[in-house]
């Protein structure tokens, strides 16, 4: 079984900066991808920024240039560091794992954790 767990969240303020880590109970190199959504109450679950197994980095448009995905693989962890933070990006962050079994893609979830971007 896969278990993923999420730690960083806060409250900061506008302009802050927060460093999300996403800690897998197994080797990350199982996966093809990892990872970071948030969901914000009303809202659906969107990406944020994700990492294949090779490296290449992926980002929502809201987020270039302020967040950064990274990796750690003596870890197991992924990390995702947050400048610039603004309100909007408030909400509640889930970091994912994709598997590739067969073909056939299975995601992965944490438990979530919140961050809150406030004055």
């Known amino acids: 079984q896969v278990q993923l767990v999420e730690s960083g969240g806060g409250l900061v303020q506008p302009g802050g900066s927060l460093r999300l880590s996403c800690a897998a109970s197994?080797?990350?190199?199982?996966?093809?991808?990892m990872g970071w959504y948030r969901q914000a109450p009303g809202n659906q679950r969107d990406l944020v920024a994700a990492i294949t197994r090779g490296g290449r980095t992926n980002y929502a448009d809201s987020v270039k240039g302020r967040f950064t995905i990274s990796r750690d693989d003596a870890k197991n962890t992924v990390y995702l560091q947050m400048n610039s933070l603004k309100p909007e990006d408030t909400a509640v962050y889930y970091c994912?794992?994709?598997?590739?079994?067969?073909?056939?893609?299975?995601?992965?979830w944490g438990q979530g954790t919140q961050v809150t971007v406030s004055s």
């Open positions: 197994g080797s990350i190199f199982s996966f093809n991808a």
């Open positions: 994912n794992a994709q598997q590739l079994v067969l073909a056939v893609p299975y995601d992965y």
